[in-house]
């Protein structure tokens, strides 16, 4: 056991010691405490995750191939070769793609990161352009990435706690296999030479799984990290932590109070029906929704307030709607904490309305 893997206090970091802290149950989207949580702040290596991401996205699509290989180019080579964080890659070297992830994931490689963006965009610039299309598709507004790796461009790469748990959202829950495949590895052995992961949790917080730690000179020391316990997720972000041993110290007591302080009170059961949507134009005037997941709300542990559940939406809702497709969102609410957000879906399909359907539907609105 390494001296910074003993017990810890549960307890929210001290402002002065993490100006920026956000924790967050990725489940119901609540927000369990945040501070400065729009703040923008240098990344550093948290920026990899960006990268990551977006080579997720480009498996899924078709257009990168862990089996692919990239060579290091003389111009990646002259800027990027045994720069920080390295995978030791030589110029002229082919390395695979699935490698690369790893390295980048697992030991920060910032030359693996460079590789990956010019073979598989053409160039870093194209690389970054398209980092900054995938980030504004999934909301991340307050944030602009100008390299793939997080090293120091006076200021062009920028983000923000709630996009970085925005970004972590969507890894997980658009991409849970290659999540778990490669992110939050103890380390990584590549040409012989091994290296460790310096995530803090990772196999001293039970159910940690990374993601990712960032540090430069001008941005302090910064992480985005998850855990999972029974059937709970918990994302943070910490950024302008002074040092290594303090960001290790305030994330696992962070984590530890996020699942500690709480009472997990469970609302909806599996599969339960939660409410109902109108449709328009449909063979059907509403539709069944549910939830992906046991919906449920963290409260204060010994809270007795009553709970509030609105489910919101844009509608009636156009038909035709597929099973499955997100049509609401369900928030519920209790005093004294943020409120819990959950998508709902549709439980089966709704077809266009036929001939005697627009009828019944005409005749029913006139009643309504």
């Known amino acids: 056991m390494t001296p910074d893997s003993g017990p810890v206090t549960p307890a929210v970091p001290a402002a002065n010691e993490a100006p920026v802290a956000m924790l967050v149950d990725l489940g119901s989207g609540q927000v369990l405490h945040a501070r400065n949580p729009d703040a923008r702040f240098m990344p550093a290596s948290v920026t990899k995750v960006m990268t990551l991401y977006l080579a997720f996205e480009l498996i899924e699509a078709g257009r990168l191939d862990p089996a692919q290989v990239f060579a290091m180019s003389p111009t ?3 800027e990027w070769r045994r720069k920080g964080s390295t995978m030791f ?12 992830l790893l390295g980048i994931a697992n030991v920060s490689g910032n ?24 980030a504004l598709g999934i909301g991340m507004t307050g944030s602009h990435f100008g390299t793939p790796n997080g090293w120091p461009d006076q200021g062009r790469t920028f983000t923000t706690a709630n996009d970085l748990v925005a970004l972590a959202r969507a890894m ?45 000179n001008e941005s302090g020391f910064s992480y985005l990290g998850t855990a999972r316990r029974n059937g709970q997720r918990l994302v943070l972000v910490l950024a302008g932590v002074e040092n290594g041993r303090l960001r290790a110290r305030l994330a696992r007591s962070y984590v530890e109070w996020g699942f500690s302080a709480f009472e997990r009170r469970q609302v909806f059961a599996p599969g339960a029906v939660v ?27 010994g ?56 009828i019944i539907n005409a005749i029913a609105a006139v009643f309504a």
């Open 76 to 78: 990646v080579a002259r």
């Open 89 to 100: 890659l030589d110029r002229g070297e082919q390395v695979r793609v699935d490698d690369l």
């Open 111 to 134: 030359d693996a990161a460079a590789v990956l963006a010019e073979g598989q965009a053409g160039s870093v610039a194209a690389w970054t352009m398209a980092m900054n299309r995938a």
């Open 172 to 216: 997980i829950t658009r991409h849970p296999d290659k999540f778990g495949y490669y992110i939050g590895r103890a380390g990584f052995d590549y040409k012989g030479i091994a290296q460790v992961n310096h995530d803090p949790m990772i196999g001293r917080v039970p159910g940690a799984d990374g993601i990712k730690t960032g540090f430069t």
């Open 275 to 301: 409410g109902t949507a109108r449709v328009q134009d449909g063979d059907s005037r509403v539709i069944d929704l549910k939830a992906a997941a046991p919906v449920a709300i963290n409260l204060p542990r």
């Open 303 to 358: 809270s007795k307030g009553a709970l509030t559940a609105t489910i919101r939406y844009e509608g009636p809702v156009r038909a035709p709607i597929a099973a499955g497709q997100e049509v609401a969102m369900l928030e519920i609410s209790a005093p004294g904490v943020a409120p819990a957000r959950v998508p709902l879906y549709a439980a089966k399909a709704i077809g266009p309305a036929g001939p005697l359907d627009r």
